[in-house]
């Protein structure tokens, strides 16, 4: 195997783990549930609305315990409206040693429909409430269903944010700079357990066992992200074969289990802008 590169204290692989705790606006549902479907335009989907609150009854809290049992840290990019509905679970999220990242105010009311105004209204009200609940002001965000404009990264940073997860275009984190300073763009998972929402949770096994392999055998400085929903990912089918992936990394040595925070502060500490594919490994 080549030899390391850029981790810390010279880990090979870089593994995170973040987790979407997120709810709706009034009346609103998740569009992908998998009970009520062909309801007329205009109907309330009563039965979508209750199956997304199962992340706050029990999804949330089953995804705590099996990270703490694990014991690896993660990110949860949560909606601010969870923070006012449901603010113990928040709390507790950080009392058991994991980050929060801003993660809009709720789940439907997406940056890239709002005016500039709008957007920075939206992300400094986010990350006043998600700090007033847990304690601890979030420096970190992740836009609702990536959607954000060429202007986000730089209202996250004159917000004060050190990083943010927008980003689908590169694998390890870089340093993006703004009109309004540089903040990190850490990368979020290709691939959720909203993929396997009608098939099989052992996809899930089968995705990033095989990704993990190959990246630690060839890449070495590279990052894998694993990605549950609360809300689907925190029922037991699906945290299931997570206790099996995330036991499976753990038996390999220099993983660096790693919040996105800590990636953030890497990146920015980088003396250069971005690791690229070309860099690390064809000069």
């Known amino acids: 195997m080549t030899q390391a590169k850029n981790w810390p204290n010279g ?4 593994v995170a783990v ?21 309801l007329k335009p205009g109907t309330i989907d009563h039965a979508g609305k209750a199956w997304s609150t199962y992340g706050a009854r029990n999804g949330i809290w089953r995804i705590i315990r099996n990270l703490d049992d694990n014991q690896v840290p993660a990110t949860f990019f949560t909606n601010a409206r969870c923070a006012e509905l449901y603010p113990e679970s928040v709390k507790q999220i950080v009392s058991s040693g994991h980050d929060v990242g801003g993660h809009n105010y709720t789940q439907d009311g997406l940056l890239t429909y709002m005016s500039d105004e709008e957007q920075q209204a939206t992300i400094n009200k986010s990350i006043d409430i998600l700090g007033s609940v847990t ?3 979030p420096n970190g965000w992740l836009s609702s269903v990536l959607a954000f404009t060429p202007e986000t990264a730089g209202f996250l940073a ?3 944010l050190k990083w943010h997860a927008d980003v689908t275009y590169t694998d390890v984190p870089h340093k993006v700079h703004t009109l309004h300073g540089n903040i990190a763009g850490v990368p979020n998972s290709d691939f959720t357990d909203s993929r396997v929402l009608r098939s099989s949770p052992n996809d899930l096994i089968d995705v990033y066992k095989n990704t993990f392999d190959y990246l630690y055998e060839n890449e070495p400085g590279s990052m894998l992200v694993v990605t549950l929903h609360a809300h689907f990912g925190g029922r037991p089918m699906i945290v299931s074969v997570f206790d099996q992936i995330l036991k499976y990394f753990k038996k390999h040595p ?5 919040r996105h925070e800590e990636l953030g502060d890497w990146a920015l500490k980088q003396p250069v802008d971005e690791h690229s594919y070309q860099d690390r490994f064809f000069k």
């Open 11 to 14: 880990k090979r692989i870089a």
């Open 158 to 160: 004159k917000a004060g």
């Open 254 to 258: 220099d993983v660096w289990f790693a």
């Open 135 to 137: 304690g601890k002001r």
């Open 18 to 38: 973040t987790v979407m705790y997120e709810t709706w606006s009034e009346g609103k549902a998740p569009s992908y549930t998998v009970q009520a479907t062909g």
